[in-house]
């Protein structure tokens, strides 16, 4: 029976479009990172709070409640749709809330700590997540195509869609580890650091929004996509997964000063 009931959530997620956001490896590698780039106070403190779970452990914690019906209202946290031109504080939220609302809810629950611990456990987890998936750029796509999932391509003879391909397809074909992944990028300075972890929550939004922009340009419907997609735009992949690490732990170091 419960080979029945997975295979059936399965073809669920197919029919759906639906994939791992960032894939596990994805949000892992940006877990990862922050790991390294926490300050003293803010691993002491995230390390009582997580009982020694590191922070790329439970980076995909609220992808695996969707399997829970129960965490349903948690759904639309994972993206925000922004129509071209526009910026967030143009659109009128969703009633469900978004990847905005998401992440500042999160905030809100882990720097009260008259909060009970269960409560700032779970949104430190989903927080860390969200994080990650702001800095997908397809989560902050376009309402009408379901950020890339209904823009269906090849991959590989594979058939996927353009969300599909930046969450996973050129990620997990890579063929790295996390762990290998996330010190596969660049050094940086504290100068080169800092520079990327300045800035809003907002304005990482934006920065998203306009890759996603080029990425709906830069493909075709149906078109088949291979190793020349994945040589022109890995790069964008390493900035995006080392960016999403750096403000994180840049978001974690302000929680727990």
């Known amino acids: 029976m419960k080979k029945i009931v997975v295979l059936f959530l399965l073809i669920g997620q197919i029919a759906l479009g639906n994939s791992p956001y960032w894939s596990k490896t994805g949000h892992r590698v940006i877990g990862d990172i922050a790991q390294e780039q926490l300050s003293g106070k803010a691993k002491r403190a995230i390390y009582k709070l997580l009982d020694g779970q590191s922070l790329a452990s439970i980076s995909n914690f609220a992808d695996e409640i969707k399997a829970d019906r ?22 009128e939220p969703s009633k469900y809330g978004d990847l905005v609302v998401g992440v500042q809810k999160c905030l809100e629950i882990i720097q009260n700590e008259d909060n009970p611990k269960e409560d700032r456990v779970f949104y430190l987890k989903m927080l860390v ?22 823009i269906q391509l090849q991959w590989f003879g594979r058939g996927t869609n353009l969300h599909r391909v930046w969450d996973s397809n050129m990620i997990d074909d890579y063929g790295m580890s996390f762990t290998e992944l996330a010190h596969s990028f660049p050094k940086l300075n504290k100068k080169e650091i800092k520079n990327i972890q300045q800035g809003t929550i907002l304005d990482w939004v934006k ?4 890759i996603a922009d080029k990425l709906y340009d830069s493909v075709e419907v149906g078109e088949k996509l291979s190793y020349r997609y994945s040589y022109m735009w890995w790069g964008t992949v390493e900035t995006q997964l080392q960016k999403g690490g750096l403000r994180l732990a840049s978001v974690l170091n302000n929680l727990f000063k």
Not at 70 to 91: L, Q, R
Not at 207 to 210: A, D, H, K, V, Y
């Open 70 to 91: 129960k965490y349903k209202e948690f759904s639309a946290w994972h993206y925000v749709n922004i129509p071209p031109g526009k910026d967030y504080t143009d659109i």
């Open 129 to 150: 997540h969200l994080i990650g998936d702001l800095h997908q750029p397809m989560h902050v796509g376009r309402v009408e195509d379901k950020g890339g999932n209904d």
């Open 207 to 210: 920065e998203s929004q306009l």
